[in-house]
Nanobody, 114 residues
Framework: QVQLVESGGGLVQPGGSLRLSCAAS????????MAWYRQVPGNERDLVAQIGPGGDRINYLYSVKDRFTISRDNAKNTVDLQMNSLKPEDTGVYYC???????WGQGTQVTVSS
């Protein structure tokens, strides 16, 4: 059974930082490009960041470039998203996803507000 379990969300003030982590199990982690998506009510999920199996092929949503950093640890089967200089528009539910598969995490809420 494949599981992607996110953690690290919460409430943070504008300008603050959060680190999201996704722990994967039940799949051959190194075979997958991994990604973080964000969804706000009434909208589709947007791709925020993605990373290739070897830690290469990194891409970001334009609005988070230079503020967010995606990384992975293939020994631990984890993929993280370091989010700095957070803005209110970064608010949403963040999902971990194994690209080109049906595997999604349950999501973790990030709220950026003063």
């Amino acid at each position: 059974q494949v599981q992607l379990v996110e953690s690290g969300g919460g409430l943070v003030q504008p300008g603050g930082s959060l680190r999201l982590s996704c722990a994967a199990s039940g799949l051959t982690f190194i075979s997958y490009d991994m990604a973080w998506y964000r969804q706000v009510p009434g909208n589709e999920r947007d791709l925020v960041a993605q990373i290739g199996p070897g830690g290469d092929r990194i891409n970001y949503l334009y609005s988070v470039k230079d503020r967010f950093t995606i990384s992975r640890d293939n020994a631990k089967n984890t993929v993280d998203l370091q989010m700095n200089s957070l803005k209110p528009e970064d608010t949403g539910v963040y999902y971990c996803h194994a690209l080109y598969s049906e595997y999604w995490g349950q999501g973790t809420q990030v709220t950026v507000s003063s």
